[in-house]
């Protein structure tokens, strides 16, 4: 017999039980939909996740103060005061890894502009600031090199800030009072949107660092450093180059631990995705179990079938038909079963993905290679599970199976 008289036979037969097929292939369908739609899902929800994360700045570098101890208990990341702007110059001058190099210092104060007043986060920052976290401005401009030199009273307004104080206004150009500090606005920065935290990146207000450490602080202090690497390739080389010189400049020995933490970008992302690919690689293991589930209800149908069709298959051998015959049509309606719940699960899951997607406001990114392996995988389930069947059915002595009733 041609192989395409095999196929033939094979839907005739198929089609001839169509509501049996169906609920054949509804084990496999099920599976299938939810592997493809639980890893679009999960795809793009790390891609989300990244995007985000990408946000807080390029090739970022964060260092944060150690934790203090007293009397063996030991403070928070961030409780001890170790770093200053020594530390940030050292940095600036010897890191060669580092592109940029900027303090981070906090001030805590009501924000006051006419009758509205707002409490928000001020940051006293470097000129290289936005680079370093990518920040851009959408009105006026950032500080300069001066503004820093005479520790100028400029103050550039996230967003939100702008909403809460100056609701439809462009507020360059205007003053401000943080507590009792009057600041000139000279700039707005475009929205940047919530961090992966959750955070409100516009909800700040950024004033020069000098600003902030001398007329505003205790001028010592320096609550953060944020870098940025030459490239995304050399982070590594970075931190390790920061740490040596915050070693150094803290005059810590060689047994001595660090007084300070660094994190960078990389383990941000992998941190954050790391939940995401867990929680997609268990949901997707369960839902291969309905492709295991629908590969076994393959089975017994076609082992329904071959009963059913015993005195057909004793006809087919009579006339000439070989063992090796058998075996390969029943393989090839097992296949055919299998293969069409693959392509109606892919299309459901597709589907699925898609809804989901739009409902949850997220990306859906669907892998092609995913795809055509979930297509080659049912193949796999329908020749396995059909293997038996069909070797009972060409095993079949014709006087035995045309008399059966």
Not at 125 to 138: F, K
Not at 239 to 267: C, M, P, V, Y
Not at 380 to 401: E, H, Q, R, T, W
């Amino acid at each position: 017999m041609k192989f395409r008289q095999f196929i033939i036979l094979a839907l005739r037969n198929i089609l001839r039980n169509r509501m049996r097929s169906l609920l054949t292939m509804l084990g496999i369908i099920i599976g299938l939909a939810s592997v493809i739609s639980l890893i679009a899902l999960g795809k793009g929800s790390q891609a989300d996740i990244e995007a985000k994360i990408s946000t807080l700045g390029t090739n970022l570098i964060m260092v944060k103060p150690g934790s203090t101890q007293t009397h063996g208990v030991r403070g928070g990341a961030g409780t001890r005061s170790c770093l200053t702007m020594e530390d940030v110059t050292a940095i600036s001058r010897l890191a060669r890894k580092v592109l940029h190099v900027s303090p981070l210092i906090r001030v805590s104060g009501q924000v006051i502009a006419g009758n509205a007043n707002w409490n928000t986060s001020i940051e006293g920052v470097d000129i290289t600031y936005p680079m370093i976290r990518n920040y851009e401005i959408a009105q006026g401009a950032f500080f300069t090199p001066r503004d820093m030199k005479v520790k100028a009273k400029v103050a550039v307004l996230g967003q939100t800030v702008v909403d809460e104080l100056f609701p439809g206004l462009n507020p360059v150009g205007t003053r401000i009072r943080i507590g009792a500090i009057p600041f000139d606005v000279i700039g707005v920065l475009a929205e940047k949107g919530q961090s992966a935290m959750g955070n409100d990146q516009d909800d700040l207000i950024f004033v020069p660092s000098t600003t902030a450490l001398y007329r505003m602080g205790d001028g010592e202090t320096v609550h953060d450093i944020m870098a940025s690497a030459v490239s995304k390739s050399a982070i590594d080389q970075a931190q390790d180059e920061i740490a040596a010189i915050l070693r150094s400049t803290h005059g810590l020995g060689a047994d001595d631990e660090d007084d300070f933490e660094i994190r960078n970008q990389t383990e941000i992302v992998s941190t954050a995705t790391q939940v995401t690919t867990t929680l997609t690689l268990l949901l997707s293991a369960v839902a291969g179990v309905s492709l295991l589930v629908g590969g076994i209800g393959v089975m017994n149908i076609m082992l329904v079938s071959v009963t059913e069709r015993t005195r057909e298959i004793g006809i087919l051998i009579a006339i000439g038909a070989r063992s090796s015959d058998i075996l390969v049509q029943f393989l090839i309606e097992a296949v055919i079963l299998s293969l069409s719940g693959g392509v109606i699960g892919i299309l459901a899951g597709v589907g699925i993905a898609l809804g989901l997607g739009a409902a949850m406001d997220t990306q859906v990114i669907f892998e092609p290679f995913t795809m055509l392996l979930s297509v080659g995988f049912t193949a796999i389930v329908g020749i396995f599970f059909g293997y038996y069947p069909a070797k009972k059915a060409s095993m079949l002595n014709a006087i035995d199976a045309m008399r059966y009733e």
